[in-house]
């Protein structure tokens, strides 16, 4: 059992906001992430997946094939977007990190399944100081 | 002559949009820059100011008031903040890194100078890709 | 289940010292690490939690409240200090790496737990080359 | 039980070829890696070991050991070498770098284990956006 | 006068060697960097161009399209290649950095000048220790 | 004319301290860098020097013979050491960045222009906050 990540970037807007709380509510507890006109990161994206390295070439997954996979799964869906307003797999949820990594990991399972791999992790880097992982449960 | 950069932090939204311009032109010549629901980024200032050191501290400027000086004129006016909304320095202006920088070392210059050291360059990395340096000229 | 990693930073100095020992045996087992005029490190402390997403938040553990547990517990004590003098938690302790990430998980687990999250992992980096985890057992 | 990891660095060329299979199918396969005059990496490479530590040092093992240790087991066979022409352990291998991380694995397992600690995890960054680990099964 | 900096990466083999020379002197004076199988880099390199803002978007010169001329001028060129063996514009030259840097500038700056900018500075990463740059004389 | 540069690490313990002011005003002054008992970083030093290229080598410096110069000049008078005991060309000096930054240019200059080539910039990054550079005058 080998275990592969590859790395991908992307921009994106976001805000941090409960419609169910008033405006001061939303402000205590999320602070300046509450800013109603949205802020933004540059997100680092790592997805590792495992298996057993294949006898032809000693790969356990293509890493062109899992770039692949990752850009059209997620990196075209979020990429210099509004994930409030602009991501369909995101709508009605939180935008913390932690959703957006159980998001994603939702939007790549199952094609990872298929190519033969099987999704490990979902590491994304929102800022100099916070991550987060989410590895399928 | 000594340079000495502090290097700060701060997330924002932005998009990049000339009103002047129909949709298409806008997407045409910003591309994924311009979605009109904004992205954002993950922005690393470094502020570089030059002078001789002081016989008393061996400091050309006391680092801990140069951070001072950036959090109060600038971190402060555009950290989690949309570029295009939420920012008095850019107004009617493009939020490109370019003019972004311009309008940060004006916002420095002055308090700098009354500090007794010298603005040497705003140097603002946008992505992992891009980044632009200004000096004040 | 959820991982959400904050990441902070601090200066200290320390010396690798055994009282038991010699001078000699001293420089012999820690070489340059047992200068007995102490050297320094800029460290990088991640501390991470795991846990379930709120409801209400989305988050499992508020980054700021993390940050502020943190640097309570931690920072205030060890930043800008000398390690083998001026840190209570590590009195009587080598002041390796591996004994100092413990003394930072001991420090932190009880506040972590009575947040209602759970410490995960306590990791230092001490230089580009070094890095230690515990995960408190 | 506390992880320690080392880092250490070096050059390599390699390409990916599969001498069972024509040209074609080798470009076909491997893209630009399979460029027949080679093409290269600095990697980056990570070995994590676990202990418990020593009363008289603090350490789970010695660092400076452990670094000496990788030098003579990898880095003096691999660093500005050609993986598929210069290095007795990838003989007869694809060097990709799953299979790269197990032959670093087997070079340096025994090795540690004989001086008091376990080696838990090889980690080899090939580029940006590329890295695998290995944890001997 | 704003000075912009397009990051791009790409990988490829060498050896530093003179045909004039001995293999004993070659390996005298060029070390480990002689190994006649080649070893190889992850290159990192900055193309800093400098200009005015255009009053129409705020740009000195679009990045996308800054980046689109190195990707054709350098990285389809040497990206995945041997540079002495694969590399039209570096034919009869040894491979340092500093050659390689010049040969980069040569390549970009007409097609920059030509897009109505200036090329500023070339600046070529060869290793996490080793850097140069040069400024066109 | 090329540039090249050559980084090295070192870690030392230092304090900022005025010894002809009271405990109070060098609190005052340097906050937490006057802790009495001395705090430390992770140097990291970047020696540019500048020249044309040797026709037989396609170097402006062997970097190799560069960083033996820095090692012997430098590193080995302040790795692991304390910068205001234990380094003889900073004695009488304040340990602030910048002069230490001036004090490593005059270790290396005269050694640098022997051997043939220019000192251009010493540039001393001493957190992820702060850094120095110097250019001789």
Redesign the interface.
């Known amino acids: 059992?080998?275990?592969?990540?590859?790395?991908?970037?992307f921009?994106?807007?976001?805000k941090?906001w409960?419609h169910?709380w008033s405006v001061e509510k939303n402000k205590e507890?999320?602070?300046?992430?509450a800013?109603e006109?949205?802020?933004?990161?540059?997100y680092e994206l790592h997805v590792?997946v495992k298996g057993t390295?294949h006898p032809?070439?000693?790969?356990?997954m293509?890493?062109?094939e899992l770039?692949d996979i990752i850009k059209e799964q997620v990196i075209e869906k979020v990429?210099?977007?509004?994930l409030n307003?602009?991501v369909p797999f995101m709508e009605g949820?939180?935008?913390?990190?932690?959703?957006f990594?159980?998001g994603i990991w939702n939007e790549l399972a199952e094609t990872i399944t298929k190519s033969g791999s099987t999704l490990h992790c979902v590491k994304l880097i929102e800022?100099?100081?916070?991550?987060?992982?989410?590895?399928g449960?």
């Open positions: 059992m080998v275990y592969v990540t590859r790395i991908e970037h921009n994106a807007a976001h941090l409960n169910k507890v999320f602070g300046k992430c800013n006109n949205f802020h933004g990161h540059n590792t390295t032809d070439t000693g790969f356990v293509n890493a062109k770039g990429d210099h977007c509004n307003m602009d949820r939180f935008t913390s990190a932690e959703n990594a159980i800022t100099k100081s916070i991550y987060v992982e989410y590895f449960e």
